[in-house]
């Protein structure tokens, strides 16, 4: 027993000499470093331990300026495969009466959680536009349990932001950073509500940045391995200094919940975003109207190009500004207003940065050289994001605002003519038809103009019968007229 007591003894005195030939170094940089001893039991050097980063000081700080999101509303769900009957046959008035309740014509409550932040005293959040999405009422809650109900400003779904302003004076705000100044490799922190646990805190390090995720072409998100969960999404990533330089957005995942890679939207890209949806209610893009994909290594050297870089137009649509440029397919996008393009995402990017109507410069590979060609931008056609319905759509009989496919959408192989619908409601919503929908024929006649459907609507008596592509299902759905 001495003996164990002698030996520990002498381990403790090791360790002490250590830390205190360590400690006078730290307190007199003047004296050489210290020559570190062996370990007195196994021989071996003694390790460095770095110290890891304390993140108490930027939750103390920023934790009351992010909220959470809690928001209820009632969605038409997708339409089923059910029989196809004629509004005449006996049967049809049963399927119609005796749908279930997730079958068109019926709406099922949804409730959904989610973060965002404070960057205004005044009230003015940003968050996910996939937080709101489709929300009849949005609650936020801050840390001092104050409950508000908030008023969606805005909604950008390519870039999956959204504002939001509740009603308060005097609010805790974050402070909003430069994502360029943030390296691979830093250290970053998430808070926000996980499952619905109100200001949760997670770290870790900037995976990766500028990264393009499918159908996301606007975004260059930042990648980081931080923790984020269901919840988490509209909340806000901040850097060591205690800044915001991203919204926490996605996550890719094969089970749906966190497997160490998350992304975030750069907050420069959120704030562009949010200022126009802010003071205008929509955002405007410009557009020049060519389609694009990568170039890989076969492709660059078939083009005569020594790098595959660039964006390869493999369409130009009639009418376009491009094709009015005298842009085809085939020429490669090597610059964009002087910015070399490495991938198309990039072009996406630079192009919706300006507003419609300027003029930008683009550089071509064309024949085996440059070719420098001006483009005006236009206008990107988006839905529209107001609440108010037109008159003349609220008068109809119908309810239905459609318009003919646009060449990309006609060559789709899942799709052959149709009217895409713009807006649904009146009778079509109550029938669960949706924004987005293809109709394809009314009663069993096919439709190609929106004419066409304004006439069956005008002559049928109470009911139509619309042939509805959703995806890749299609279903008659019957309407019944107001």
């Known amino acids: 027993m001495q003996a164990k007591t002698f030996r520990l003894s002498l381990i403790t005195l090791a360790v002490a000499g250590v830390a205190s030939a360590v400690y006078a170094n730290i307190d007199d940089p003047s004296k050489p470093l210290p020559v570190v001893p062996v370990n007195a039991v196994s021989g071996a050097p003694s390790p460095v331990v770095a110290a890891l980063p304390d993140f108490s000081s930027i939750v103390a700080k920023n934790g009351p300026a992010v909220v959470n999101i809690t928001v209820s509303g009632h969605t038409k769900v997708a339409m089923p495969d059910m029989p196809q009957v004629d509004p005449n046959d006996p049967m049809f008035e049963f399927f119609r009466r005796f749908q279930a309740p997730g079958q068109p014509g019926g709406e099922t409550p949804t409730h959904g959680m989610g973060s965002g932040f404070i960057i205004s005293p005044e009230g003015v959040i940003i968050t996910n536009a996939h937080v709101v999405d489709g929300a009849s009422e949005v609650t936020v809650k801050l840390t001092d349990k104050r409950e508000f109900k908030a008023k969606v400003v805005g909604v950008d779904k390519p870039t999956d932001t959204a504002v939001l302003k509740i009603e308060a004076k005097n609010l805790p705000t974050v402070t909003l950073g430069d994502p360029s100044q943030t390296g691979v490799g830093e250290w970053v922190l998430a808070i926000g509500a996980p499952f619905g646990f109100e200001n949760s805190v997670t770290a870790g390090i900037v995976s990766a940045k500028s990264r393009s995720l499918p159908d996301e072409g606007y975004v260059p998100f930042i990648q980081t391995d931080v923790a984020v969960n269901p919840g988490n999404s509209g909340g806000p990533l901040f850097n060591m200094k205690g800044e915001v330089i991203g919204i926490n ?28 949806l802010l003071h205008g209610g929509k955002v405007s893009r410009g557009r020049i109207g060519v389609g694009v994909q990568p170039l890989n290594q076969a492709l660059a050297e078939s083009f005569g190009l020594e790098k595959a870089t660039g964006a390869l137009v493999d369409s130009v649509p009639e009418g376009g500004p491009a094709a009015k440029a005298g842009i085809r397919p085939g020429d490669v996008i090597l610059k964009f207003d002087g910015h070399p393009i490495q991938e198309p995402s990039e072009l996406a990017r630079f192009v919706s940065d300006l507003k419609p109507g300027t003029e930008a410069k683009l550089t071509l590979w064309r024949e085996g050289g440059e070719k420098d060609i001006a483009v005006r931008l236009s206008a990107v056609e988006e839905a529209a994001q107001a609440d108010e319905v037109p008159a003349e759509l609220a008068k109809s009989r119908l309810g239905l605002a459609v318009r003919p496919l646009s060449p990309q959408e006609a060559r789709q192989p899942d799709v052959s003519g149709g009217l895409v619908v713009e807006r649904s409601t009146g009778a079509a919503a109550r029938a669960g038809i949706q924004a987005g929908d293809v109709v394809l024929a009314v009663n069993g006649h096919p439709v190609t103009e929106p004419g066409q459907l304004r006439e069956f609507a005008t002559k049928a008596d109470k009911h139509l019968a619309l042939l509805v592509q959703r995806g890749n299902s299609r279903l008659f759905v019957p309407v019944e007229l107001g």
């Open 249 to 276: 957005s996605q996550i890719y995942s094969r089970t749906g919940g966190y497997q160490g890679l998350s992304f975030a939207i750069p907050i420069d890209v959120a704030l562009k975003v949010g200022d126009q």
